[in-house]
């Protein structure tokens, strides 16, 4: 029997706002594709390297979406023939060896405002989506390209991560201890942790990340222009629940390997308190942050990548 992993105190309802249907790219499964191009609904697809999206209108939206803000594919076939990416939302179902964990997207006005029924109440209906998920972290978490992390020390890792004082003070240290571990593997991973929560000095947010070359540089992948240090206070305990709820998604294991990810996860807050400083929205800084970085990772693969192998490189080991 499959374990369910549910954030606990989070809740949703779907309140029809159709935020979901509009501003990203929305991919169809192959399945799903195969299905419609033998279809009326074939001319509303769009092909690109390969895989298959849904065309959008002019102002940005699905063009599934009908002008009662419903979804054309729901009404008639059935929800069944909507994409699984489409189906599954807001919910991101990840396979682990101790079961699926459910992490779910903050671009969600429900799941931001926590509303509605618990989140286990949908266990039933995400139940028919996990027939083709892939399994990860069974024959352990690769941290880079040529290092292996077992799956309990990974674990461990999010353990400690979690258990700091803040998510980002755990994000910090994880880093380095994961860095660490990636230049000399043959040693525990939680020594470095032990290491790392000793010695390092919690990181002096936000300036810090904001000089960061990393943030500059994906911030530009993003359309952004230039930074500068955020003159208005994002609130922190909205980040720090989002950051938590992205971890309990397993999204440090998801699509790339442990180290970029998590590189990746340790400049957000600087992403979060930009889009805030922007818009003086939390709203928007969120669904920034979901659109941008949390959700379509493959258009940043290359440059987490490389992130990845620069931060290792720089890193002075410990003897
Ligand atoms: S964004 Fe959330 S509340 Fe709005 S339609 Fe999509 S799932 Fe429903």
New binding site residues.
């Given amino acids: 029997m499959t374990n369910w992993h549910f954030a606990p105190g989070r809740n949703?309802?779907?309140?029809?706002?159709?935020?979901?249907?509009r501003g990203w790219r929305i991919h169809i499964d192959p399945q799903t594709a195969q299905t419609l191009q033998s279809s009326p609904f074939r001319k509303q697809l769009e092909v690109k390297d390969g895989r298959t999206f849904a065309r959008k209108n002019a102002q940005e939206e699905c063009t599934f979406l009908t002008p009662q803000r419903l979804c054309q594919l729901h009404s008639q076939p059935g929800t069944g023939a909507k994409p699984a990416g489409c189906r599954q939302?807001?919910f991101r179902l990840t396979r682990t060896p101790d079961g699926i964990f459910v992490g779910t997207s903050f671009?969600?006005?429900?799941?931001q405002s926590n509303q509605g029924e618990p989140l286990a109440t949908y266990q039933a209906e995400l139940e028919s989506l996990t027939e083709r998920l892939p399994l990860w972290g069974e024959s352990g978490v690769p941290v880079c390209p040529s290092v292996l992390l077992d799956w309990s020390e990974y674990l461990r890792l999010e353990k400690h991560i979690l258990e700091r004082e803040t998510v980002e003070i755990g994000l910090a240290e994880g880093l380095w201890a994961l860095g660490q571990y990636a230049l000399r593997p043959d040693r525990p991973l939680e020594g470095y942790l032990l290491q790392a929560a000793a010695a390092l000095e919690p990181p002096d947010e936000p300036l810090m990340l904001m000089e960061h070359h990393w943030f500059h540089r994906l911030l530009a992948h993003c359309g952004e222009k230039s930074a500068r240090a955020p003159s208005r206070k994002a609130p922190p305990a909205e980040l720090e629940t989002y950051l938590r709820a992205l971890l309990h998604g397993k999204i440090l294991i998801n699509h790339r390997p442990l180290l970029g990810n998590l590189a990746l996860l340790h400049l957000l807050p600087s992403f979060y308190r930009f889009w805030f400083d922007q818009s003086g929205s939390l709203d928007h800084a969120l669904d920034l942050c979901e659109r941008k970085i949390a959700t379509h990772p493959n258009n940043l693969n290359e440059l987490v990548e490389k992130m990845a192998d620069d931060f290792r490189d720089q890193l002075d080991p410990v003897l």
């Fill in positions: 949703f309802e779907c309140s029809q706002c159709a935020r979901c249907c939302f807001p671009s969600c006005p429900s799941i």
